[in-house]
């Protein structure tokens, strides 16, 4: 029997993670049920370890594919000195009192957070556990606690040569009061921390055995699919089901909020029950917008004062002071995530319960909305998290949740609804389109005197609810009003300008698209003060050593300045996101037809400490491949609010024949952890456009590259 | 409008099974809903990700733009079918490497990978390319792809000798 945990009692940590947090986390004890079921010690919600010596770690991060199974895993069995390949891992359920993030207060997991949020928290209660084995052993021996040691998976006294392993402590340890400050091992005690470790989940997913969203299979089980408005944000008006009722294995039709399900036998007859279906839409505002309306808005916004985000010195003064002024425009589109794992949720909704099974980065998000939804308390509902096939912040919605929930809560029977490809990229939550407007004057010594940058486009947290409109949006500002050059008259402005079109958090979210707008400016004003970019960069990096370290280290590794095949161009970028610092070198070559080949990434990266060196690697190399997309081909474009793009053949993923090398070094600076999910994509597409600029001298101002502006007349 | 029903005799992975669908659905489909194989993934529906590669006589083919009617009584090999326990040289070499991310096209890769190496014993970077182009990793994992198949090719020359 699974033993039931509950909170016993709070720890109330002082574990420095941020300005002016104070981490207090929930070591969940022996509750009723344990105390009766002794053969298990569970000091904390993370860990069991039971008679047999089997330990049982709680992995609360969602597995995305950045690794978390592995990385908790890691970090957790260190600490607690178990031998990592014997640890069961157990996919944490839905509940927030004991697996909220102790840094944002959620179970919902997106801004690269998991190890970087958890990592004093895990040391601590896995080092607390490990203290109650040690002192369950001490008390049997008779020796003071301090004089026992462990190796992995016991308990050793080293001065007589005994020995116990955690199996035989268990009963125990499990009478012992949790230690609240446990000591931990020292960096020279790790075991895993800080050494490759083979990924935990790479068996089942290369024989096919992993559990994805879409692959749940419950008894009885319906597959749904959904008719969604073709115009964002449109409604029902009216539909008759007629047709596709008539069709053999539709077993009902019903609508919800998103559209009209068409709920069958099997998947393939639910897409032929909608292509039966005949409904009228309430297209609503949206179907008033197009891009190109959009675009030109912005322009008319661009040349009226927004809200100042910072504002160091008198930039305005300074650009009029007589100096060489440089002046540019940056666009940027929106962008859809494309998870290889097209949307889905299965869920069963009874009377007086509810279960849902989802792919989702937000546990606590989709307990919430099941329980809005259905109405039933907490403890009626049961969220199991899968697998997920990609997330990239697409999966905390909770759009694909809903569908679920009110499906299944009106047919009465399991159901799992799933999205098509073309459902996916046409019904998305969107990376802001944006216009930005750069003024930089230059000094007689050609160093920056002046900075004045204005970006309009909307607000994704404002849109959600999240920071109220007076204010300037963090995620539309974030890597812009942060840029790390010294210039003595630095003014960022926001202007909120929102169309409507629904917004997402993408992957490096704000930093994905102002990384490329000011590192790419800054290339400019490199060139036009005739300086050498890398040179200019560093010479302007001196109050923020850890960006100038990266781009030295990356700079370095790519040989910068060394003599490159003709045609070829190198180009920098060096971007801060998500407490990781990360820099780039690009080299580039343009065919006469204007095709962008990238030979090759060179990039650094400081996020404190790698826990898992590898998968820092692995999460550099994919977000080099998720920027590169972006910088190539990633568009989405709204006619009359309706999304233009629908599968890979017209919004299109880099494949395999067009990736670079990817080499990427890691500088462990020892400062406090940066995150890793995010960091590799912002630095992408300014590198790539900085090195098409020194292949061909010309300046890719908007995004995606068009060839057709690199095509050799 | 979806077709009558149809009894429909396919073999895969060495097993012969009937199953009672309109001749026009998708294989995909069949594969995961029918015979309750989940390994082969759906991504696109339009031959375009390459998730749900399967072996058709031997041959790489995208099974959400197989016909089922097309695919009776030809063996067919899914990535459940491959190896029981995880062992093929291609899989061993993904384990080496370390491939997947998210993983969730990673059975397509693998299915591509091994038909891939089934023709060409030790492929170049380009012949990788080549074969491979059809599979799209959203993750990224393309670099160690190249790398495992490499891997592959020795493990598969290795294991001859």
């Known amino acids: 029997m699974t033993p039931r945990i509950s909170r ?51 992995n609360s991060v ?177 539909f008759d089901a007629t047709a596709t009722k008539r069709i053999p294995g539709v077993r009902d039709v019903v609508q919800v909020t998103n559209g009209v399900a068409v709920v069958a036998d099997s ?182 005197t002046a900075w004045h940058n204005r970006i ?5 947290l404002i849109q959600k609810g999240r920071s109220p409109d007076y204010q300037i949006d963090g995620a539309a500002v974030e890597g812009a009003r942060n840029m790390p050059y010294d210039i003595p008259n630095l003014r960022v402005e926001f202007v909120n300008k929102d169309f409507g079109v629904p917004l997402g958090f993408w992957r490096s979210v704000g930093a994905s698209q102002n990384g490329f707008i000011v590192e790419s400016f800054i290339d400019e004003v490199a ?21 100038k370290a990266v781009l030295e280290l990356a700079a370095t590794k790519a040989n910068w300045g060394a003599p490159l095949p003709p045609g070829r161009g190198r180009g920098i970028a060096v971007v801060f996101s998500y407490n990781s610092y990360m820099a780039t ?12 080949r990238v030979h090759r990434f060179v990039s650094a990266i400081d996020a404190g400490l790698a826990v898992n060196p590898d998968q820092v690697k692995a999460q550099v190399e994919g977000g080099s491949v998720y920027g590169l997309t972006a910088t190539l081909y990633g568009q989405i474009t709204v006619d009359r609010g309706r999304v233009q793009q629908s599968n890979f053949n017209d919004y299109p993923m880099l494949r395999i024949n067009e990736m670079p090398v990817v080499e990427v070094h890691i500088l462990d600076s020892g400062e406090a952890l940066g995150g890793l999910g995010e960091p590799g994509v912002p630095t992408v597409a300014p590198a790539v456009c900085n090195a098409v600029f020194a292949a061909t001298g010309k300046r890719i101002r908007t995004l995606p590259i068009d060839r057709n502006e690199l095509r050799k007349a | 409008m979806a077709q009558e029903a149809d009894v429909i005799s396919l073999s895969v992975n060495g097993r012969t099974q009937q199953v009672d669908v309109p001749p026009d659905t998708p294989l995909l489909w069949v594969i995961r809903e029918q015979l309750g194989l989940t ?14 590669t399967v072996h058709l006589d031997g041959a790489a083919v995208r099974s959400c733009a197989v016909p089922v009617s097309a695919a009776a009584n030809r063996p067919i090999t899914t990535i459940e079918g491959l190896s029981a326990t995880g062992e093929h040289p291609v899989q061993k070499a993904w384990t080496e490497v370390d491939v997947p991310q998210c993983g969730f096209c990673q059975p397509g890769q693998i299915m591509s990978a091994v038909a891939l190496l089934a023709n060409t ?30 891997l592959a090719a020795a493990l598969q020359k290795g294991g001859r000798r």
């Open chain 1, 8 to 58: 016993r009692t709070l720890l109330k940590g002082t574990l420095a993670a941020g300005a002016g947090l104070v981490v207090g986390f929930p070591l969940a004890g022996r509750s009723r049920a344990l105390a009766q079921t002794p053969a298990v010690f569970a000091p904390n919600q993370w860990i069991r370890i039971d008679r047999d010596g089997v330990v049982t770690i709680v």
């Open chain 1, 62 to 238: 969602p597995e995305m594919g950045q690794g978390s199974m592995t990385t908790t895993t890691m970090i957790l069995a260190d600490e607690l000195d178990v031998p990592i390949d014997q640890v069961r891992i157990e996919q944490a359920p839905a509940n927030p009192d004991l697996y909220k993030n102790p840094v944002t207060g959620s179970q919902s997991y997106g801004g690269s957070r998991g190890v970087r949020d958890h990592y004093p928290t895990w040391r601590k209660a896995a080092a607390a556990a490990r203290t109650m084995l040690q002192q369950a052993a001490a008390n049997r021996w008779g020796v003071p606690v301090e004089s026992t040691e462990t190796e992995p998976g016991a308990v050793v006294h080293k001065p007589s040569g005994r020995r116990l392993a955690y199996a035989q402590l268990v009963d125990e340890a499990q009478t012992l009061p949790v230690p609240q400050n446990p000591k931990l091992k020292t960096p020279d005690q790790f075991r895993y921390i800080g050494k490759m470790v083979k990924r935990r989940d790479t068996p089942d997913k290369i024989t096919g055995r992993g559990i994805y969203g879409m692959d749940v299979v419950v008894p009885g089980m319906l597959v749904a699919s959904i008719e969604r408005c073709p115009v964002l944000r449109g409604k029902v008006k009216s």
């Open chain 1, 267 to 448: 998947f393939w007859t639910a897409l032929q029950g909608r292509r039966a279906l005949k409904v009228q839409w309430d297209e609503g505002a949206l179907a008033q917008v197009s891009s190109p309306a959009i675009a030109k808005e912005y322009e008319r916004l661009s040349k009226q004062p927004g809200q100042a985000a910072r504002n160091d010195g008198d930039a305005e003064k300074a650009l009029g002071a007589g100096g060489k002024v440089i002046e540019a425009v940056y666009q940027v589109p929106f962008l859809e995530h494309a998870c290889m794992e097209p949307m889905n949720a299965t869920a069963h909704v009874t009377k007086d319960a509810c279960t849902v099974w989802a792919p989702t980065q937000n546990p606590g998000g989709t307990l919430a909305t099941a329980m809005r939804l259905t109405g039933l308390p907490k403890e009626k509902v049961t969220v199991h998290t899968t697998l997920l096939g990609g997330g990239f912040g697409r999966r905390g919605e909770q759009d694909f949740i809903v569908d679920a929930v009110e499906v299944a809560k009106a047919v009465g029977a399991p159901v799992k609804v799933m999205w098509t490809r073309e459902d996916d990229i046409t019904h998305g939550f969107y990376r802001p389109s944006t216009y930005n407007v750069f003024r930089a004057a230059l000094g007689p010594d050609g160093k920056p």
């Open chain 1, 456 to 460: 309009v486009g909307p607000g994704l």
């Open chain 1, 527 to 547: 060139h036009a003060a005739g300086k050498d970019p890398f040179e200019f960069r560093r010479d302007l990096l001196g109050k923020s050593p850890r960006h």
């Open chain 1, 585 to 596: 070198v690009a080299e580039v070559s343009v065919a006469p037809d204007g095709l962008v």
């Open chain 2, 39 to 52: 390994g082969t993934k759906y991504g696109c529906g339009a031959a375009l990700c390459g998730a749900c």
């Open chain 2, 121 to 150: 014993g030790s492929p170049t970077d380009a012949e990788i390319d080549a074969a491979m182009a059809g599979n799209i990793c959203r993750c990224g994992t393309y670099q160690r792809i190249r790398a495992a198949i490499h």
